[in-house]
């Protein structure tokens, strides 16, 4: 059965620099999301992407986080210069049409020293 | 705007004992989804189940079952004869048409052998 795949498992970095974390969805998926978990904490929407731009972002995607699908299969989340409180899990999500459910990939943790 | 309520935040029972999570939303659509995920302590959420508002048949998978109830808002999630691997957090999730996922903070169900 096909799986949404992420990479890397685990980013350590330090404050300031910049990430990119990877997925990739599963091929007959059109919509795509990220979402992050703090420790402990629930689940929160970040950004969903469809047809190539952005369809929604929450208050937490700012001007520091980037997504792109640059070659039709992975689909990156950047931060630009990365703070303490962006230490999370990282999820990225897809599905085949709107409002189904969302398949989830293992999610990147990532640490900011 | 949409909101996901789970009351509980840790339950823990013993082997073989019946269990409900107790989930409770807020929309102003008429049109929504809700779901179910697992996440095991290896970290990934597992979709269990969607549900649309226009159906409020009651739904069972084997030891799982869902309890949909528009007029109290509520979407209840039973595991008949619980199981240690049953261990895990448990997400509630709300959607409406823009499709992202509104989680709740989760229950973390501990089954004790």
């Known amino acids: ?113 | 705007a949409q909101k996901v309520t789970q009351a509980q935040t840790e339950i823990s029972v013993v082997e073989k004992e019946d269990v409900t999570l107790d989930c409770v939303y807020e929309t102003r659509d008429t049109t929504y989804y809700l779901f179910w995920y697992k996440q095991p302590p290896s970290g990934e959420l597992v979709f269990l189940i969607r549900r649309n508002s226009f159906d409020e048949q009651n739904e069972i998978s084997g030891r799982y079952s869902w309890n949909f109830q528009k007029s109290t808002s509520s979407f209840n999630f039973t595991i008949t004869a619980s199981q240690v691997v049953d261990s895990a957090v448990y997400f509630c999730a709300l959607s409406e048409k823009n499709s992202k996922l509104t989680f709740g903070k989760g229950i973390t169900l501990s089954v004790r052998p």
């Open chain 1, 1 to 113: 059965e096909p799986e949404v795949t992420q990479t890397p498992s685990h980013q350590v970095t330090q404050m300031g620099q910049e990430v990119i974390l990877r997925c990739v969805p599963i091929s007959n998926h059109l919509y795509f999301y990220w979402y992050r978990q703090i420790l402990g904490q629930k689940v929160e929407f970040l950004v969903s992407f469809y047809n190539n731009e952005i369809s929604e972002k929450s208050e937490i995607f700012d001007d520091q986080f980037s997504v792109e699908r640059p070659d039709g299969s992975n689909f990156t989340l950047k931060i630009r210069s990365t703070k303490l409180e962006d230490s999370a899990m990282y999820f990225c999500a897809g599905q085949t049409r709107e409002l189904y459910e969302q398949y989830f990939g293992p999610g990147t943790r990532l640490t900011v020293t």
